[in-house]
């Protein structure tokens, strides 16, 4: 067989298959076959969140399965994920453009010695989707960073996302930075990241816990009505 016979056509696959085969290429780190298929499934009336979930975010369910393993290593991991923020590129738009009222304010960013940003992304482009204002301060923030941008924005719920067990103590450095400037009780903490759990969210004395995006911006959501209703 020509290698042209040998090209999957992904228009051509059910939606089943070409899920399956977004899964593949996002493992294989195609960006340009990640960005046709989700404009497919989009042109196939699929809501955005329902791309986002089920093609993307499994996608790299299955990539940290085997770079876990030792099966798939750092350089593959990487156009794994910038596959993944190409998909996302097209998505975040649609995924803002709900039209929701105006929420609150919140600062974001991952830790210290932590460069994973898939997920912290992907909780921005939710909260900001819901009609929250968001301040992305990137990865590797130092405490100074967060109290610094809370101040300046004047903002309501500080976010701060972790991935590794090694950086997700750090999340405690900040809470305490806060305690020890006396202004903790002016923000919603909410932290997040694959290695935390609801035990340790209460250990470091954040507000919650979110297991993933759509729980942080309904966490969120509860967290601004409450200050509302005490106000
Ligand atoms: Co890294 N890495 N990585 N990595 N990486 C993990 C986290 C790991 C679990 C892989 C594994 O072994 N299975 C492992 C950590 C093990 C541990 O700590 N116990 C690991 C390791 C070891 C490392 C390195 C140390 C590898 C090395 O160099 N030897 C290194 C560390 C670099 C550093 O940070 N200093 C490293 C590097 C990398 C890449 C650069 C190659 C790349 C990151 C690219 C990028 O982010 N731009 C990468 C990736 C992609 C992963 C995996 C495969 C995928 C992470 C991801 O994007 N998931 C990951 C395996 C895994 O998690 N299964 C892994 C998709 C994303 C949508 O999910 O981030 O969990 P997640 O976010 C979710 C929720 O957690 C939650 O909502 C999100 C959406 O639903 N959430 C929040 C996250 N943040 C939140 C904040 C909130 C609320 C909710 O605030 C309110």
Redesign the pocket.
Known sequence: MSDEEDDIVLSELSNEELVQQMHDDLYDGLKDEILEGVNILLERGWAPYKVLTEA??EG??I???D???GILF??E??L??NA??AGMGILKPLLAETGAPKQGK?V?G?VK????????N??SMMMEGAGFEVVDLG??NPAENYLEALEKEDAD?L?????????MPYMKVVIDELKAKGVRDNYVV???????NEEFGKAIGADAY???????VE??KEYMSQRMHNQ
């Open positions: 993307l975010v790299m369910r990539v940290g399965i770079f876990r393993d750092v350089p991991v990487l794994a994920a993944m923020k919140m974001i991952t010695g932590d460069i994973h940003d898939i997920g912290k992907l909780v990865i590797n719920i976010g701060m996302s972790a991935l590794l067990t090694t950086t909410l932290v997040g990241g694959a290695p935390l979110c297991r993933d995006a759509a729980v942080a966490t969120a």
